[in-house]
T-cell receptor, first 115, second 114 residues
Framework: AQSVSQHNHHVILSEAASLELGCNYS??????LFWYVQYPGQHLQLLLK??????LVKGIKGFEAEFIKSKFSFNLRKPSVQWSDTAEYFC?????????????FGKGTHLIIQP | NAGVMQNPRHLVRRRGQEARLRCSPM?????VYWYRQLPEEGLKFMVY????????ESGMPKERFSAEFPKEGPSILRIQQVVRGDSAAYFC????????????FGPGTRLTVT
């Protein structure tokens, strides 16, 4: 069975600081990888996704993530955070095909950006 | 193009009652997924449906929970004889195809069992 581990449950940063949120998954086969964000009072939105190709993926709002297959990792980065990035961030994975298309989520990282 | 709709947004039930949660996927989407989020936990996959078919229910509790996605109308997640442990946020997502597309999430239904 797949599992997703997000290393940091709570992160507090000041504006303009650099961000890196860790995500590791446990599945040896082909995977699709996602980062979702949930802003306060809103529903989950896709930040970025990796299916194949260039392992460095750029998403919305200046976020990017790097897929490192040898480390089973898909860490999320942003060079300079803003107060509006305060939200809950979820890493997710699925293994396409065979009907097993439901996403497996990590427990989430609560990011607070202090002005 | 309206997003994924879920209703009700909040539902309060007493122990032993039934809860019915509805999900209308985005227009043109025929794949629906249900997830449950318990406090301090990430979302847990419950069931994946296509029109009139359950494709994967590996995450559904064996008893009291059922789901359907009829030819016409919304997908329904039904919980019979609710218990306090069923209190959670239930999210629905839809996608146009399986596996290779992102899933679009609804706002969720927060179920409280008293």
């Amino acid at each position: 069975a797949q599992s997703v581990s997000q290393h940091n449950h709570h992160v507090i940063l000041s504006e303009a600081a650099s961000l890196e949120l860790g995500c590791n998954y446990s599945y040896g086969g082909t995977v699709n990888l996602f980062w979702y964000v949930q802003y306060p009072g809103q529903h989950l939105q896709l930040l970025l996704k990796y299916f194949s190709g260039d392992p460095l993926v750029k998403g919305i709002k200046g976020f990017e993530a790097e897929f490192i297959k040898s480390k089973f990792s898909f860490n999320l980065r942003k060079p300079s955070v803003q107060w509006s990035d305060t939200a809950e961030y979820f890493c997710a994975v699925n293994s396409p095909g065979g009907g097993a298309d439901g996403l497996t989520f990590g427990k989430g990282t609560h990011l607070i950006i202090q002005p | 193009n309206a997003g994924v709709m879920q209703n009700p947004r909040h539902l309060v039930r007493r122990r032993g009652q039934e809860a019915r949660l509805r999900c209308s996927p985005m227009k043109g989407h025929s794949h629906v997924y249900w997830y449950r989020q318990l406090p301090e936990e990430g979302l847990k996959f419950m069931v994946y449906l296509q029109k009139e078919n359950i494709i994967d229910e590996s995450g559904m509790p064996k008893e009291r929970f059922s789901a359907e996605f009829p030819k016409e109308g919304p997908s329904i997640l039904r919980i019979q004889q609710v218990v306090r442990g069923d209190s959670a946020a239930y999210f629905c997502a839809s996608s146009p195809t399986a596996g290779v597309d992102e899933q679009y999430f609804g706002p969720g239904t927060r179920l409280t069992v008293t």
